[in-house]
């Protein structure tokens, strides 16, 4: 399972776009790079998955270099209730195992 | 659609105790998977099942867990006998294909149970 690296923590004010970057040096050729959101109390929730170049949803873009060794989730203008921990994982495409790293604990303040 | 659902939410036994948790995945999903989850973590896999067979269940402390998922649809976790280091919230979830290669899924968690051991 590839390694993922990415900030513990980020601070944002609301209405502002936020970056968050994850490292993954050790990506296999045929591995999607996913991102999980989790509020507290809460199980995590799938935000946006990609394998290269740029992916959007209604809630998000991810951004994939040629390399793939990295990726950027963006939130554009974040709210309140974005508030919440990060998580980028590396999933095999096979969908075999999900390797949860620490993630991004994001707090939005007004 | 109903979501993966879990019970109980909450639980407090004390070391060397038995406790049992339950999860119900979303109908029709092929895939459920156990998490941990330790307070500042992220989530830990201990077992994945495809129908009710075992597909990785390498990071499971066999020695005191156990995992069984009858018939392919809910799934029950099992410590016997807890330690203070079990404390954690437990995950379930589950995702809708049979793993297939070149597949990836998503998977959709529950609400957790949170364990307290004493």
């Known amino acids: 399972l590839a390694k993922t690296t990415q900030p513990i923590s980020m601070d944002s004010y609301e209405g502002q776009e936020v970056n968050i970057t994850c490292s993954h040096n050790?990506?296999?050729?045929?591995?999607?790079i996913t991102w999980y959101q989790q509020f507290p109390s809460q199980g995590p929730r799938f935000i946006i998955q990609g394998y290269k170049t740029k992916v959007t949803n209604e809630v998000a873009s991810l951004f994939i270099p040629a390399d793939r060794k990295s990726s950027t989730l963006s939130l554009p203008r974040v709210s309140l209730s974005d508030t919440a921990v990060y998580y980028c994982?590396?999933?095999?495409?096979?969908?075999?195992?999900?390797?949860f790293g620490k993630g991004t604990s994001l707090l939005v303040t007004p | 659609e109903a979501g993966v659902a879990q019970s109980p939410r909450y639980k407090i036994i004390e070391k060397r105790q038995s406790v049992a948790f339950w999860c119900n995945p979303i109908s029709g999903h092929a895939t459920l998977y156990w998490y941990q989850q330790i307070l500042g973590q992220g989530p830990k896999l201990l077992i994945q099942?495809?129908?009710?067979?075992?597909?990785?269940d390498s990071q499971l402390p066999k020695d005191r867990f156990s995992a069984e998922r009858l018939k392919g649809v809910d799934s029950t976790l099992k410590i016997q006998p807890a330690k203070l280091e079990d404390s954690a919230v437990y995950l379930c979830?589950?995702?809708?294909?049979?793993?297939?290669?070149?597949?990836?899924?998503?998977?959709?968690f529950g609400p957790g149970t949170r364990l307290t051991v004493l």
């Open positions: 050790n990506i296999a050729t045929n591995d999607y």
């Open positions: 099942f495809q129908n009710n067979g075992v597909v990785d």
């Open positions: 994982l590396v999933v095999a495409n096979s969908g075999y195992a999900l390797n």
């Open positions: 979830a589950s995702s809708p294909r049979r793993l297939l290669a070149g597949v990836t899924d998503t998977q959709y």
